[in-house]
């Protein structure tokens, strides 16, 4: 991944007008401004003083951090507390294992720009499944302004195109994304590690769902997968930082999970060494708060979640659907009861002909119980689906030869019976699409016709559709065609109907699905979409929760947490609306029914009350379900729930790590107060960086932003300015999203959006939230940082009017910074030094003291400096005269600056110093503790070997022989370890160059002698 162009960040640092510190090397002019011939007014020396704070950095704390101002969202407290472990530690290995929904993506993000903008990392590589690239690549602009690519077939196209066919495609970008199964393609992995081969391994490790990564399950000692040596062996070691992401990080087995964390951070673990309940090395390293957690602490503001159970219940000759809610801590309710009319019900009928076919023709073992398993799925699904399964089943069965015979007899009829009452069926509306038109008539629009109503009954008045959106999932493509048309039908004669539905389908090109999310998370009085239909496609990489707050599942997938990962697509970060309802159906003459509402009940209450247990329960659940639903089935998923052995270890091992209570309030709190003081420290507010905006405009001969009559939410809204043609490359992020099959060169006569300061609590196609990392910002920020080396717009000699003392002073700043190796930003600070001005120039004239006077004045400028607006204006005759003494004003005062930042570099250096030292000495004891834990294990695990002797055990078997194998030698090198990598480790703290930059000169006026 090579390197970018450089930025601002980097200018300001490889500029000429430095001193290095500790040396007998001093640049030419470095102890100059320059040329002075007129003072900046207060308001552009407060616009480029503030520009300079806000690139500050320190590793001399932890709790001092910048990412949160570069992000285009609202920020929840507990999103700051992984960021804030980050940077307590030396090297960022963290596990992100927060309950799903909570912003594991934001988390990440912040730990990347605060590494990035700290110089710790010179590249980003995430690798993630493939139906969240996309994802990834959206959240990391929007939010960050970070421009990621997306590795695959198109973009090694690209490179070659424009490069050359010989170019290596993954030394064009420094941000890079590749799904797990594009980085096993041997013509993809190997470029990507000889890239790497040829850097420093100065960058960052991004796995997203990271336990696909961990030794896979087995029955008694997890094995490696190709995934697992791939990561362990390959990747992983040519990266220092790594961040793995998971809500469902253990599965059960001891050894998997202590894999999945030697590859995180081998030096804290070694591969098959279990992890003790309450280890100090997992703490250091994990997040794990699940949603219940934030709420029980009154931390989360997330909504209510709402389980709907439609019972479609027959009385006499009708059905009616019972809507009944479940919300936890409170007793069910009935909500609505509405008449179904008459209905043959055909999907019962057919439940009970398929379990009388099964009986008869269902093999005990073997591949052959397959095909009636999925009839049953089907069935369970849409009667389309089914008929169009039971096809496929006849046509199999007359070519396979291990399917099995064909039915003759009473069997023949039973299939026969089946087949002529689906194909009559197949596209009628059945009872769960008559609810959802009665509820999508009454929640949505009155206008929608239902099935065999006619006359005044179903004529209501067109264009009366609601703002609500609703989603409804369903596994089957052939479900979705279904209601597609169903709905369809009964929408057509209302307003716009043809644009109320849209569908989701794994078979979506990546326009077309960003296409349909974006129309779904849009304004209502934009986007007339109402309806998404979609496949379990849109289970993962795929937030809907914007502007919808219903879900209904048509079918229910036969796991937990695949219905859990439905329920995500709305109740997650960002959804505004108090509660959610996750609707499912519920048929009581059907045995099958209850164990599918089993399922949809117990897969929020798994997640809350287990955690990661959870994946555990679940994958034995789905075990059982494996097996197909009979009348024996509910018993087995008792069975199942009662916490196996696998269940105790993640207890153990991960679920005992978690925080209680007060630990959370704790740390969310301090984090928030980190936040505070960094915002303090740093003199950032979004109306100040708007200033900021205007005089970098300004600069450029750009008007200024134009506020608008369309504040939303409290927030000032502005319309951006005509630009000069050299902005002209950044306009692309401030355009709306380009269409499909939009040209380019229409999309580019778009003007650019309204923006806004203040983050947005959600993402808004209508609105850009300029913050500090927005690209259009860092080019109007590159120019106040460029002053003095490749831009002279500013003089940085300025006259501020001061209310608080009647003695004129003078203040010269200047900036100095440590790096440490690799070029590593360790801290930044401020340099003030205030003198008493005489106008007579003699007595103490310039002469600084250490009195409190001076101190105050400092205080008093910084102060003013933020309300620059409300300043009386300076005499000009004062201001002429005072230029033609600012050169030799500042070359006075600079000594004391620089004996100023020496001492203060000394300071800093030492915080650094005793930092490393500390955890020098932390990592010193964490790898004795490793060594007598691989002692430990080595004996321990003598008794697996004749647990696992058998050849249907010989994988797990040649696992636990690897992994001894890895404790040997690394018990082998450890001792070399407990002697080099504290060490190391301290090394990463020492300076090894100081700089010492000015920053320009500020005469603090008493307006009495204005």
């Not at 407060?46 to 590793?59: D, K, L």
């Not at 689906?422 to 999508?440: C, E, G, N, T, Y």
């Not at 929608?448 to 609500?468: F, I, K």
């Amino acid at each position: 991944m090579s390197s970018q162009p450089p930025s601002p960040l980097d200018a300001l640092a490889s500029r000429e007008h430095l001193i290095e510190l500790g040396t007998h090397h001093v640049q030419s002019d470095a102890e100059t401004l320059g040329t002075i011939d007129t003072l900046d007014s207060p308001r552009h020396f407060a616009a480029y003083f503030h520009a300079i704070a806000w690139n500050f950095v320190t590793a001399t704390r932890a709790d001092l951090f910048q990412a949160p101002f570069r992000l285009g969202l609202e920020l929840l407290d507990h999103q700051l507390t992984p960021l804030a472990k980050a940077l307590s530690l030396p090297r960022a290995n963290l596990l992100l294992a927060d309950d799903a929904g909570l912003g594991k993506t934001i988390e990440a993000g912040l730990i990347m720009q605060e590494l990035e903008l700290r110089q710790r990392i010179a590249g980003v590589l995430v690798v993630c499944p493939a139906a969240r690239c996309l994802h990834w690549r959206k959240e990391m602009e929007r939010r960050f302004g970070q421009r990621f690519e997306i590795m695959g077939r198109a973009f090694v196209a690209r490179c070659r195109q424009e490069r050359g066919v010989d170019v290596n495609p993954w030394s064009t970008h420094d941000h890079v994304i590749v799904s797990y199964q594009t980085l096993r393609r041997p013509e993809v992995r190997e470029p990507l590690l000889a890239h790497l081969d040829g850097r420093a391994k100065k960058g960052l490790l991004v796995l997203d769902e990271a336990h696909i990564a961990a030794p896979a399950w087995a029955s008694q000692y997890a094995v490696d997968t190709p995934i697992t040596r791939m990561i362990r062996d390959a990747l992983g070691p040519r990266f220092d930082d790594r961040l793995f992401l998971s809500a469902t990080p253990h599965n059960g087995h001891a050894n998997s999970f202590s894999a999945l964390l030697a590859m995180l951070d081998p030096r804290r673990f070694t591969r098959g060494v279990p992890i003790e309940a309450g280890s100090k090395a997992l703490s250091a390293v994990l997040v794990r708060r699940l949603k219940s957690d934030l709420h029980h602490a009154g931390k989360d503001g997330f909504p209510a979640r709402t389980v709907v159970r439609i019972a479609l219940q027959r009385e006499g000759d009708t059905f009616h659907a019972r809507h009944i809610e479940a919300t936890p801590g409170a007793a069910e309710k009935r909500v609505a009861d509405v008449s179904l009319g008459e209905s043959e019900a055909p999907e019962i009928v057919l439940a009970r002909l398929l379990a009388e076919y099964a009986d008869s023709m269902r093999p005990k073992r073997g591949r052959g119980q397959g095909v009636f398993i999925k009839l049953q799925r089907r069935l369970l699904s849409s009667i389309e689906a089914f008929h169009r399964a039971l096809e496929a089943h006849e046509a199999a069965i007359a070519v396979a030869t291990d399917a099995p015979r064909p039915p003759e007899g009473p069997t023949r009829d039973l299939r026969q019976r089946m087949f002529d009452l689906s194909r009559a069926h197949r596209h009628r509306p059945d009872l769960k699409v008559l609810a959802l038109l009665h509820w999508i008539r009454a929640e949505q629009c009155a206008a929608v016709a239902l099935p065999g109503v006619s006359g005044s009954a179903n004529e209501r008045p067109r264009g009366t559709w609601s703002d609500r959106r609703v989603i409804l999932c369903t596994e089957y493509g052939d479900t979705l065609r279904y209601l597609q048309r169903a709905l369809g039908a009964a929408v057509e004669g209302t307003d716009r109907g043809d644009e109320r539905i849209a569908v989701f389908h794994s078979g979506m090109r990546d326009g077309a699905r960003a296409d349909v999310q974006r129309a779904f998370n849009g304004d209502p009085a934009e986007h007339p979409v109402r309806i998404l239909i979609a496949t379990d496609a849109g289970r993962e990489g795929l937030d809907l929760q914007e502007r919808c707050a219903d879900l209904f599942h048509v079918d229910v997938p036969w796991s937990p947490a695949r219905v859990e990962q439905r329920n995500r697509r709305i109740d997650r970060i960002g959804q505004r609306a108090p509660q959610v309802r996750c609707h499912h159906f519920v048929q009581p003459e059907r045995f099958e029914d209850a164990v599918l509402d089993r399922i949809v009940r117990s897969a929020g209450p798994l997640g809350a009350e287990l955690g990661s247990l959870s994946e555990v329960v679940t994958t034995h659940m789905e075990r059982v379900l494996s097996r197909g639903i009979d009348r024996t089935t509910a018993a087995a998923l008792d069975d199942a729930e009662r916490y196996p052995e696998h269940a105790e270890t993640t207890r153990r091992e991960l679920e005992t790590q978690r925080a209680d209570l007060a630990t959370i309030e704790r740390d969310i709190d301090e984090a928030r107060r980190s936040l505070e003081h960094a915002r303090e420290a740093f003199a950032f507010r979004g109306e100040r960086l708007r200033d900021v905006i205007d005089v970098g405009l300004e600069l450029s001969g750009a008007p200024p932003l134009t506020p608008l009559d369309d504040e939303r939410e409290g927030e000032a809204v502005y319309a951006l300015p005509t630009l000069p043609a050299s902005f002209d490359p950044l306009l692309d992020s401030l355009r709306r999203p380009r269409r499909r099959g939009e040209a380019e060169s229409a999309w580019r006569e778009c003007l650019p959006r309204p923006v806004v300061f203040e983050a947005l609590s959600r993402m808004d196609d209508g609105r850009v939230h300029l913050h500090l990392h927005h690209p259009f910002v860092q080019r109007i920020l590159g120019r106040f940082l460029a002053q003095g080396s490749s831009a002279h717009d500013l003089s940085r000699v300025t006259l501020v009017p001061d209310d608080g003392s009647d003695e004129p002073r003078v203040i010269a700043f200047g900036r100095f910074s440590l790096f440490g190796p690799g070029d590593t930003r360790l801290h930044d600070e401020r340099v003030a030094v205030a003198a008493p001005f005489r106008e007579t120039r003699d007595g103490d004239h310039l002469v600084p003291s250490t009195t409190d006077e001076d101190r105050r004045a400092v205080e008093r400028l910084l102060r003013l400096l933020t309300r620059t607006t409300s300043l009386p204006p300076a005499p000009e005759a004062l201001t002429s005269q005072l230029a033609k003494g600012a050169a030799k004003d500042f070359a006075t005062l600079w000594p004391h600056v620089h004996r100023e930042a020496s001492a203060r570099a000394q300071a800093a250096t030492q915080r650094l110093q005793a930092r490393g030292a500390r955890e020098a000495d932390e990592l010193r004891q964490l790898l004795r503790d490793q060594r007598e834990a691989i002692q430990r294990q080595l004996g321990h695990q003598l008794d697996l070997f004749f647990q696992l002797d058998g050849d249907s055990l010989t994988r797990q078997y040649e696992q636990l022989e690897s992994e001894r194998a890895d404790m040997k030698r690394r018990l082998e090198r450890i001792e070399d370890e407990i002697e080099r990598e504290p060490a190391d480790l301290e090394g990463l703290y020492e300076v090894s160059l100081t700089r010492l930059t000015p920053v320009g000169l500020v005469y603090l006026w008493p307006t009495t002698r204005l």
